[in-house]
């Protein structure tokens, strides 16, 4: 019987079994944020632990970043007590931190591709939830909580449970106007937002072998969402090249040497799975949350599934939601009335995203009551689509043009919903309060339909504005 | 006891709150706002803000602020299914525990929420939906008693009533023996760590 990549992945790492059940499992990549990280520092310390791997951790921050100006010291004093604070952690300790002035800060979860740290057949840990986008290049990526930060930093461990493996697998073809983020809600509406728990995803079928490494990052970011611990894509010819040329990925002989190595750990033709789920691409439609959590979705041109269509607990969470969304039995999704638009975040802030979501922004400009934001997820994004024009097809049509952050994902920084708002959004999580205003509604979509729902005013089906625009 | 043990978590009892509703997450128990912070300290008077206060700082209906449930002292929580879901900020569990939440009680728990509670020496053990529900309504009929949940037995009692619990052995054993917090564990063995890096090919960038 052949070994899933998990299982491989998980051999290759553990350092020893612990009393408790749990592996003792080294970790390859460990990426640090302003948020989470200080008060591990700070634990090291009264512990009295030194950082024993300083060359296996990066730094950057992104949460509390502002996105205007990021001129030190930064306007929001806690912001610059935070930002100081990491800058002082990294140089204590001998970890390299990507700041505003390396040209290479940007979110966490971007920045590590793009610079080519995260790499297949790793295990990498994050003290941040999304940390599940590392496992499009067929690593083992995990968010952690503060004290594992403190273990990761001190030991280059976690003592860990070894997930179980289910492989998802999307076949067929996905329609015009539908994306990877798309296909991720359909997941998680599917499959639940607690139907993960105890497992690792893998992605498979025809859908994910065609897609970028990008796409690939925008469905494992979310598999958090559906509940799982991480998520993978098997690694292939596709990470293969997306590799090649990256700054800490290894050169001429070395990089074959390691692509060898990086194919190698791919799931066997006969690997076990506790669990097989098949998804046809055909029934995924442009898909748009409803609700206040990520499982709470509806294809675009759908009807807001009524409060009677759910049994037991999920009733009462449709019945929270219908209160906290304001929304009337009957109702539409399509249609529905934005103040706010977003485009950016670690699950939707890449080239490719913001490539997509600037078709739609040349076929009008955002109507007068629409604040629109688009938040390039690093700075290496920005350049790359100032180098385009990007920004310029963006600000004539209306949008406000921002520096490198998490913004308004989680709006730990100025970006804020003010009230009840509503805000049509590229990122990952409708939470109640999520994105700054504790009675702010969150309707998460693809960065296509965002830039669609700002110009139209309300929500509408990406699938009608093409139509209409880039065939006249 | 060496130094990579801490307190021994076998029996822990305090006044029980009910927090009612499936899918808690954590920017509901603590959020982002108060975040803005480099220690922990100060995290419990944010615990739960918005479901406690509305945005002119006026009560809202929420135990933590029914005079029912205002008795000093350690606390346990009782929760339904998939508690702590979201993300994974430590902030959550640490701003329960700074309030006085001591174990929590629930149908289930969310994977990372779970661990984080674990590494910090709180016990989240999970009861049926049955039970739980009647001890939530036990509690709010009467919450003048201590519930008590027990790591030895897995039981969990309230006014005389007793109800079974399970959770992760690995958990288990781990708060049992005062071995929750891994830090002191893992790094005792940093020599095989340093051998089982040495194996992993891209740890030497792939050079022979
Ligand atoms: S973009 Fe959002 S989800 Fe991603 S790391 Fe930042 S805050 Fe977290």
Known sequence: MGRSLLDKVWDLHTVRE?????????????????????????????????????????????????????????????????????????????????????????????????????????????????TSTHGAFGAVAFGIGTSQVRDVLASQCLAMHRPKVRRIEVDGELGAGVYAKDVVLHIIGKLGVDGGVGFGYEYAGSVFERMSMEERMTVCNMSIEGGARCGYVNPDDTTVEYLRGRRFVPEGADFDKAARWWRGIASDEDAAYEDVVGIAAHEIAPTVTWGINPGQVVGV?????????????????????????????????????????????????????????????????????????????????????????????????????????CSMCLAMNPDKLQGRQVCASSSNRNFKGRQGSPSGRTLLMSPAMVAAAAIEGAVIDVREVFGKGESS | MSSSEGRHVTLVSGRPIPFRGNEIDTDQIIPARYMTAVTFDGMGQYAFQDLRFDGEGNALDHPMNDPRFQAKGPRIALVNKNFGCGSSREHAPQALWRWGVQAIVGESFADIFFNNCVAMGIPC???????????????????????????????????????????????????????????????????????TAAKLPYVQDFRD
């Open chain 1, 18 to 130: 612990l009393d408790s059940g749990q592996s003792q499992l080294f970790i390859g990549l460990h990426l640090i944020h302003e948020v989470t990280s200080p008060q591990a520092f700070a634990m090291l310390r009264e512990a009295k632990l030194g950082v024993p791997f300083p060359k296996r951790t990066y730094a950057t921050v992104d949460h509390i970043i502002p996105t205007d100006s990021q001129v030190r010291p930064l306007a929001d004093g806690q912001a610059e007590i935070m930002m100081s604070e990491i800058e002082k952690n990294c140089r204590e300790n001998g970890i390299e931190f990507f700041g505003p002035e390396s040209g290479d800060q940007g979110v966490v979860h971007i920045i590590g591709p793009e610079l080519g740290l995260t790499q297949p057949g790793m295990t990498i840990a994050c003290g941040d939830s999304h």
């Open chain 1, 301 to 405: 041109d759908g009807q807001i599934p009524g409060v009677g269509s759910f049994d037991g607990d999920d009733r009462l969470v449709a019945e929270d939601a219908y209160r906290y969304m304001g929304w009337n039995e009957g109702d539409r999704i399509s249609g529905t009335k934005i103040d706010v638009a977003f485009i950016g975040s670690c699950t939707n802030g890449r080239i490719s995203d913001l490539r997509e979501a600037a078709r739609v922004a040349k076929l009008g400009r955002v109507r007068p009551h629409v604040k629109a934001l688009v938040v390039p997820g690093s700075q290496a994004v920005a350049r790359q689509a100032e180098s385009e024009g990007l920004h310029e097809v963006f600000r004539e049509a209306g949008f406000e043009w921002r520096l490198a952050g």
């Open chain 2, 125 to 195: 053990v999970q009861a049926s939906e049955a039970d739980i529900h009647a001890l939530m309504t036990a509690v709010e009929e009467d919450p003048s008693h201590d519930l008590a949940v027990n790591l030895e037995t897995m039981t969990a009692t309230y006014n005389g009533t007793e109800y079974g619990v399970r959770t992760h052995d690995g958990a288990r054993h781990r708060l049992r023996t005062g071995t929750w917090d891994a830090a002191g564990i893992l790094v005792d063995a940093l020599d095989d760590v340093r051998s």
